[in-house]
T-cell receptor, first 115, second 111 residues
Framework: EPEVTQTPSHQVTQMGQEVILRCVPI?????FYWYRQILGQKVEFLVS????????KSEIFDDQFSVERPDGSNFTLKIRSTKLEDSAMYFC?????????????FGDGTRLSIL | GIQVEQSPPDLILQEGANSTLRCNFS?????LQWFHQNPWGQLINLFY???GTKQNGRLSATTVATERYSLLYISSSQTTDSGVYFC?????????????FGGGTRVLVKP
């Protein structure tokens, strides 16, 4: 069964540095998402992406964050000038085209630790 | 926005026991998914179930969309069922496709 793959599985970065989290969505999917889970808390939506542009973003997704689909297969989340509170598990997801009532398929996550 | 409440927050089971987890939501939905988060943090998709009943091995789920709740049944629980179970919904009226997650039910199955 096709999977969403994320790299790296764990990233440790000094505060103030930039990080790029990478995702390869399922190949025929057209909707892409990033979610975040701070340790011990619920999973929160960050951003959705369709047709090479952001379709929706949460209050968390401020100017520090950006997303990009640099080629036909990768989907990235960039966090500039990281802060301690950015430490979390970041999940990428993708879903099929056409309409909203399609399941979202999640990757295994990237655990980001800011020191 | 839509509210998603899960109960109970914590559940301790003896191996072999059965249990029911509940997810209540405050508005009509297009999409409802159940996930199991294992001890490594991975989110495992269990069910896509905006309405009706589905079964997968020892797990089954039922969503009663008109009454705005979903149930996840675990039968003959095993230690590998331990972890956190999340439901997540996509409201009918949502402009985008963002899933809203509940707070989860933390399950511990003891041998």
């Amino acid at each position: 069964e096709p999977e969403v793959t994320q790299t790296p599985s764990h990233q440790v970065t000094q505060m103030g540095q930039e990080v790029i989290l990478r995702c390869v969505p399922i190949s025929n999917h057209l909707y892409f998402y990033w979610y975040r889970q701070i340790l011990g808390q619920k999973v929160e939506f960050l951003v959705s992406f369709y047709n090479n542009e952001i379709s929706e973003k949460s209050e968390i997704f401020d100017d520090q964050f950006s997303v990009e689909r640099p080629d036909g297969s990768n989907f990235t989340l960039k966090i500039r000038s990281t802060k301690l509170e950015d430490s979390a598990m970041y999940f990428c997801a993708s879903s099929g085209a056409g309409y909203s009532n399609q399941p979202q398929h999640f990757g295994d996550g990237t655990r980001l630790s800011i020191l | 926005g839509i509210q998603v409440e899960q109960s109970p927050p914590d559940l301790i089971l003896q191996e072999g026991a059965n249990s029911t987890l509940r997810c209540n939501f405050s508005d009509s939905v297009n999409n409802l998914q159940w996930f199991h988060q294992n001890p490594w943090g991975q989110l495992i998709n269990l069910f896509y179930i905006p309405s009706g009943t589905k079964q997968n091995g020892r797990l089954s789920a039922t969503t009663v969309a008109t009454e705005r709740y979903s149930l996840l049944y675990i039968s003959s629980s095993q230690t590998t069922d331990s972890g956190v179970y999340f439901c997540a919904v996509l409201p009918n009226k949502a402009a985008g496709n963002k899933l809203t997650f509940g707070g989860g039910t933390r399950v511990l199955v003891k041998p």
